[in-house]
T-cell receptor, first 108, second 114 residues
Framework: EDQVTQSPEALRLQEGESSSLNCSYTVSGLRGLFWYRQDPGKGPEFLFTLYSAGEEKEKERLKATLTKKESFLHITAPKPEDSATYLCAVNRDDKIIFGKGTRLHILP | EAQVTQNPRYLITVTGKKLTVTCSQNMNHEYMSWYRQDPGLGLRQIYYSMNVEVTDKGDVPEGYKVSRKEKRNFPLILESPSPNQTSLYFC?????????????FGPGTRLTVL
């Protein structure tokens, strides 16, 4: 069965404390893995798409990496405004499967 | 401004009363999709459309209908809503050039079925 699993479910960090979020997947016919950010009461906002193992993408304090079985979202020196839920999703033959997300809280 | 709009934003209704949630995008995107988001279950795809007159089921299509008569619009229809369809619904669209991965989401519709 196709699955996308994110860990941890929730993470609290001090401002400036770097960490990583994990997204593991078991999907056949993968056409891309992507990360979104969602703020409370709003729709998800696109961050990155990764297509092949070894690929990396960066945006400000965020860096996404991809292997054959998982992806990591690395957060370097986070700030309180990085607090949000981070969602991982995969495109499986044009169907989109989301993980349940990681709630990230950055303490000032 | 490029955007996906949904209406209504909030809706309270009763079991069995047919309703339609509208979704419109102004980016000329080919791909459109509906999701529902529930606590503990995350975002789940209901239906998606690759282009006009082309629709397909996502993971949770039971109890929902969609149509794609125009490229910009993708309404979600609940013929006979039930309480288990109480949820937060999102519409999204994306371009073929982005391999359907960079989806733009609407602001959401919070539906309560009594």
């Amino acid at each position: 069965e196709d699955q996308v699993t994110q860990s941890p479910e929730a993470l609290r960090l001090q401002e400036g404390e770097s960490s990583s979020l994990n997204c593991s997947y078991t999907v056949s016919g993968l056409r891309g893995l992507f990360w979104y950010r969602q703020d409370p009461g709003k729709g998800p906002e696109f961050l990155f798409t990764l297509y092949s193992a070894g690929e990396e993408k960066e945006k400000e304090r965020l860096k996404a990496t991809l292997t054959k079985k998982e992806s990591f979202l690395h957060i370097t020196a986070p700030k309180p405004e990085d607090s949000a839920t981070y969602l991982c999703a995969v495109n499986r033959d044009d169907k989109i499967i989301f993980g349940k997300g990681t709630r990230l809280h950055i303490l000032p | 401004e490029a955007q996906v709009t949904q209406n209504p934003r909030y809706l309270i209704t009763v079991t069995g009363k047919k309703l339609t949630v509208t979704c419109s995008q102004n980016m000329n995107h080919e791909y459109m999709s509906w999701y529902r988001q529930d606590p503990g279950l995350g975002l789940r795809q209901i239906y998606y459309s690759m282009n006009v007159e082309v629709t397909d089921k996502g993971d949770v299509p039971e109890g929902y209908k969609v149509s794609r008569k125009e490229k910009r619009n993708f309404p979600l229809i609940l013929e006979s809503p039930s309480p288990n369809q109480t949820s937060l619904y999102f519409c999204a669209s994306s371009s073929y050039r982005a391999s359907y991965n960079e989806q733009f989401f609407g602001p959401g519709t919070r539906l309560t079925v009594l």
